[in-house]
């Protein structure tokens, strides 16, 4: 499912990733000095189904580390033609010592995002270099999209500062163009004059963007100025009307197929749980016999392919998928539809302006008085669980009667789990070594099965001990067994024997345990609470559960073992519970925190950090093993 944004930057298909002007460097808050955009005027006029843009852009480079940020990088496709570009160099006095035109763009034409094997959109790029500094870069280019359905937002978050920012959009009085700004101050100018209406915006001092740990969706769309057009035509396909219910019908036209509606109604299943049972079976047929795959070709981006040619080819995008999906769920007598969203990581839909902002699609069914989603983009996901960056997000539901507003199921912190029984054997000069079994559930099991995948031998060996130990350089993994890989419907399960190189700590000879060592103490530990004005996103509801069982002649030559108070306290996104028991024989420490929301709002980020300070220190509390 492609994504549109005008102006700046241009994000396409799936689940796409960013490419534009601007965006090669990170960290802002480090390089922000190294260079400043003067200017940027972004100018658009709409003229029936078709705007042109023209962009206007003056970089500042002062180092070597912010030549990145004059780069250039503009997509072109059948759609969205480049009709022009022009650039220029101007060293410290002013002085124009370079001049570019669209003939010394670098132009790469049919690679797209990882799961497409070919996209007819091109990527024209430039980058510039110049070896005394500072230098300024001016560059300026028109942008003609064929279709309004194409208008989709004006980005202006930045890495380095904007000086001057000016977004002017005209349009005809009798057109009906709709836009809403986010996290910009001030209100638009609106004038109107011979049959045109023109909204300016004017900016003025814009800082950089801060890179800040655990935003929520709503906060990561950044500052922009959101357009949709009331009407327009794509290709064949005309829409007017824009409300989520036109939305759903749009999609339902663009997806239409005479394959999926040749036959007599499917007779419904006899229960719920036979549909349920019927709808699983159906899902993982998908997602066991089709590849994840895109050749994305004119509209291609938002129309699925026939079902036809989805059977015959057994590959396509998240759209494809869905659409043969749902026409296996319809055959079968279970109610089902595609569903439109913004997966997570890229943002969040504002559900009270109607546009065409997303980036996936996948699938609801109806069975008995419930909805089961599946996303059958995600082969490692078990039937009923998304991807976590489809958890909890807003998707438009394109039922037969129009689109519908509904809420993807966020996961309960029980259904994504690591649960480790850790085996200590403890000697009596403090030497120890370890068994420990874990398993995985839910996004856990999901993010693990996807990340060894493709990986040989001597990188999944890496892998499986960073899984486990991290840098912990006193531990070494020295064999380990996996099961359930294959079994999406089970957790995984790991098993480790670890070495470790050093013994316990010993002060005036009692030694030190720390029973929850394997356990990161610093748990989010590192987002920002003092000046942080968004709220804390989890990412989604999990649960730790470590079990940590101590045997050996530790035990046996050791006078008097003290073990720290069992523990409990919550929080109203976590609660967490320590609890140990002793005898001669054997220790016992358990540990379980579970976060039970998903979002931590900003009034309550004073008790995050405490809650993330008395983690840290039941984390560190030891086991004590006294002399005789």
């Not at 029936?48 to 500042?60: D, L, Q």
């Not at 005394?132 to 978050?157: A, M, R």
């Not at 740990?213 to 357009?227: C, D, F, M, Q, V």
């Not at 190189?501 to 720390?514: A, E, G, K, V």
């Amino acid at each position: 499912m492609k994504r549109s944004v005008v102006g700046w930057w241009l994000t396409v298909a799936c689940v796409a990733g960013i490419v534009g002007l601007g965006s090669v460097l990170s960290r802002a808050e480090e390089i922000s000095a190294t260079a400043t955009i003067d200017s940027m005027v972004w100018d658009c006029r709409v003229d029936g189904n078709r705007a042109v843009t023209r962009i206007y852009e003056k970089v500042m480079v002062m180092k070597p580390a912010g030549a990145g940020f004059a780069s250039v990088g503009i997509w072109s496709s059948p759609l969205i033609s480049l009709n022009s570009f022009n650039a220029r160099m101007l060293d410290a006095s002013g002085k124009v010592v370079f001049k570019y035109g669209k003939g010394d763009l670098l132009k790469i034409c049919g690679f797209g995002e990882g799961f497409e094997v070919y996209t007819d959109e091109c990527l024209n790029s430039l980058d510039f270099a110049y070896p005394k500094y500072p230098y300024t870069i001016e560059t300026s280019w028109e942008e003609e999209f064929k279709s309004l359905y194409l208008l989709g937002s004006v980005d202006l978050d930045r890495e380095i500062p904007v000086r001057t920012a000016m977004v002017r959009l005209s349009f005809p009085v009798n057109q009906h163009i709709r836009y809403r700004q986010y996290q910009l101050p001030g209100e638009p100018e609106i004038l109107e004059k011979g049959g045109e209406r023109v909204v300016t915006w004017r900016f003025a001092d814009l800082p950089p963007v801060k890179d800040i740990a655990y935003t929520p969706p709503e906060s990561k769309n950044g500052r922009h100025i959101a357009l949709a057009a009331e009407e327009f035509a794509l290709e064949k396909f005309s829409f007017a009307g824009l409300t989520w219910k036109n939305v759903g019908l749009f999609q339902r036209k663009l997806g239409e197929d005479p394959d999926s509606l040749s036959g007599p109604a499917a007779t419904a299943p006899a229960s719920a749980v036979e549909a349920r049972r019927i709808a699983d079976s159906l899902y993982r047929d998908v997602i066991d016999n089709t590849r994840y795959v895109a050749a994305s070709v004119g509209i291609g981006g938002w129309q699925p392919h026939r079902l036809a040619y989805i059977k015959q080819r057994l590959y396509g995008d998240c759209k494809d998928l869905t659409a043969l999906l749902v026409s296996k769920l319809r055959t079968n007598g279970i109610t089902a539809y595609p569903c439109l969203l913004l997966t997570n990581d890229q943002g969040a839909t504002d559900t009270s302006f109607v546009n065409f902002w997303f980036n996936h699609v996948i699938t609801m069914a109806m069975i008995g008085n419930d909805t089961v989603w599946y996303d059958p983009t995600c082969t490692h996901c078990p039937p009923g669980q998304m991807r976590s960056d489809d958890d909890g997000v807003v998707a438009v539901v394109a039922t037969d009667t129009g689109g519908v507003l509904a809420r993807v199921p966020l996961s309960e912190p029980q259904s994504s789990r690591i649960v480790r029984r850790i085996e200590v054997t403890a000697d009596s000069a403090g030497r120890l070594s370890l068994k420990v079994h874990a398993a995985a559930s839910g996004h856990f099991a999901t993010s693990l099965r996807g990340s060894i995948e493709h990986k040989d031998k001597k990188e999944l060996d890496q892998y499986m001990s960073d899984w486990l130990i991290g840098s912990r350089a006193q531990l070494k993994v020295t064999n380990y067994s996996l099961a359930n890989i294959d079994d999406i419907t089970k957790p995984v399960q790991i098993d480790y024997t670890v070495a470790c190189s050093q013994p316990m700590d010993m002060i005036n000879r009692t030694r030190y345990f720390l029973p929850f060592f394997l356990t990161s103490r610093n748990v989010y530990g590192e987002v920002e609470t003092e000046k942080r004005e968004t709220d804390i996103w989890l990412g989604f509801k999990w649960e730790l559960c470590d079990t940590i069982i101590v045997r050996g002649s530790l035990l046996n030559s050791a006078g008097q073992v003290t073990t720290p108070q069992d523990t409990v306290f919550s929080y109203p996104w976590a609660r967490v519970a320590a609890n140990y028991a002793a005898t001669d024989s054997v220790i016992t420490a358990a540990l379980t925190v579970t976060y039970t929301a998903d979002v931590v709002p900003v009034a309550a980020l004073g008790d995050f950090k405490s809650f993330v300070g008395r983690r840290r220190w039941l984390v560190d509390q030891p086991i004590k093993f006294m002399p005789k």
